[in-house]
């Protein structure tokens, strides 16, 4: 039995189901906040430099953040990822799922810190890098990883 294994066995009742709802449904929260309070868009960033100053919702608050594009590319982009995430649940299982994306976001902030301590603390305004970019593009490796034979249709149409 491996670590996973056990940790699930000890902690799997406090796995979030459906999880990929509440990440995009905190993207719909970011577009309404980019839309409707854009000078609020900017204090929602990953910056080290101003948590390191006391802004600590900012480790959170990160992951509000969508990826842009035309309201037709954020569309696609919501179901597709909708999708590819509730098939990883089902197949993985809630926790494994959760440790997944969890361990993202984690790693996601550790690497902002450790970018910022290598430029010697002077990473003020690199916040916009530091998204659930690569987080969505691990989804879609695992989910690529998970079931190999599936065919994904670019619009619908077009065979990936």
């Known amino acids: 039995m491996n670590w996973l294994s056990k940790l699930e066995r000890k902690f799997g009742r ?6 990929t709802m509440y990440l995009i449904g905190g993207y ?15 204090w929602l960033t990953l910056e080290p430099a101003y948590i390191l100053r006391g802004q600590v919702w900012r480790l959170v608050s990160w992951v509000l953040i969508p990826p842009m594009g035309n309201i ?40 902002a810190f450790l970018l910022y301590f290598v430029m010697g603390g002077k990473g003020v305004g690199y ?21 190999p034979d599936m065919e994904v249709l670019l619009y619908f149409v077009l065979p990936i």
């Open 14 to 19: 406090y796995a979030i189901p459906n999880l």
């Open 72 to 111: 037709f590319t954020i569309i696609i982009m919501l179901f597709f990822y909708y999708s590819l995430g509730t098939a990883l649940e089902r197949t993985w299982g809630a926790f494994r799922y959760n440790v997944y994306i969890f361990s993202g976001l984690l790693f996601t902030v550790l690497g």
């Open 127 to 147: 916040g916009y890098f530091f998204s659930t970019y690569y987080i969505n593009m691990s989804i879609f490796l695992a989910f690529a990883v998970s079931y």
């Open 28 to 42: 719909i929260i970011g577009y309404g906040i980019y839309y409707l309070l854009p000078g609020l868009f900017s």
